[in-house]
Antibody, heavy 124, light 110 residues
Framework: QVQLQESGPGLVKPSETLSLTCTVSGGSVSSGSYYWSWIRQPPGKGLKWIGYIYHSGSTNYNPSLKSRVTMSVDTSKNQFSLKLSSVTAADTAVYYC????????????????WGQGTLVTVSS | QSALTQPASVSGSPGQSITISCTGTNSDVGSYNLVSWYQQHPGKAPKFIIYGVSNRPSGISNRFSGSKSVNTASLTISGLQAEDEADYYCCSYAGGSTLVFGGGTKLTVL
């Protein structure tokens, strides 16, 4: 059973950089069958796809966030990470890490596993 | 990249069927059979219930079904049960290796 767990600060000051890490167990970020993604959900609102990273390090980001987002993967630790720069109160949200099916997964472009989510509040 | 359009809320009585629509454009829903659906109970992470427009993952009840016509995908839940009360989100591949979600629909079981 694949499990994903987000970790990182729950409070970030405006204009600073939000940093989160997702640790994967029961599966490998080195697998070529999946992409590793971040999704966020502001309190009381809907889901928004932030982007995803492949084991090779190639990335794809939501155009609306692209200028502020950086994702990375650490295959030795079976982790992947998110950095979001110049945050404002509008970036306050529950951040989920998740696995997306790739070409050979059977669930192409569907999100089959999610972390439990972590609330990040942007406030001074 | 605009969010897909879903009704804010739908409701139904136990045993009835309901359908939730998800309207996109010919750049996302209309161009790819890559629509997925997620169920989210309050305070919980979303759960994967439909992929590839109409396919159910292992372990998902056959009361859940999906379909698509042109730029609109639909999720139908038959034989409504109290435990189906939740928020539901559609998601579509939108080309250029991007994904887009719907705004979400709150299902109330009366």
């Amino acid at each position: 059973q694949v499990q994903l767990q987000e970790s990182g600060p729950g409070l970030v000051k405006p204009s600073e950089t939000l940093s989160l890490t997702c640790t994967v167990s029961g599966g490998s970020v080195s697998s070529g069958s999946y992409y590793w993604s971040w999704i966020r959900q502001p309190p009381g609102k809907g889901l928004k796809w932030i982007g995803y990273i492949y084991h090779s390090g190639s990335t794809n980001y939501n155009p609306s966030l692209k200028s502020r987002v950086t994702m990375s993967v650490d295959t030795s630790k079976n982790q992947f990470s998110l950095k979001l720069s110049s945050v404002t109160a509008a970036d306050t949200a529950v951040y989920y890490c998740a696995r997306i099916g790739g070409d050979s997964s059977g669930y192409y472009k569907a999100i089959d596993y999610w972390g439990q989510g972590t609330l990040v509040t942007v406030s001074s | 990249q605009s969010a897909l359009t879903q009704p804010a809320s739908v409701s139904g009585s136990p045993g009835q069927s309901i359908t939730i629509s998800c309207t996109g454009t010919n750049s996302d829903v209309g161009s790819y059979n890559l629509v997925s659906w997620y169920q989210q109970h309050p305070g919980k992470a979303p759960k994967f219930i439909i992929y590839g427009v109409s396919n159910r993952p292992s372990g998902i009840s056959n009361r859940f079904s999906g379909s698509k016509s042109v730029n609109t995908a639909s999720l139908t839940i038959s034989g409504l049960q109290a435990e189906d009360e939740a928020d539901y989100y559609c998601c579509s591949y939108a080309g250029g290796s991007t994904l887009v979600f719907g705004g979400g629909t709150k299902l109330t079981v009366l």
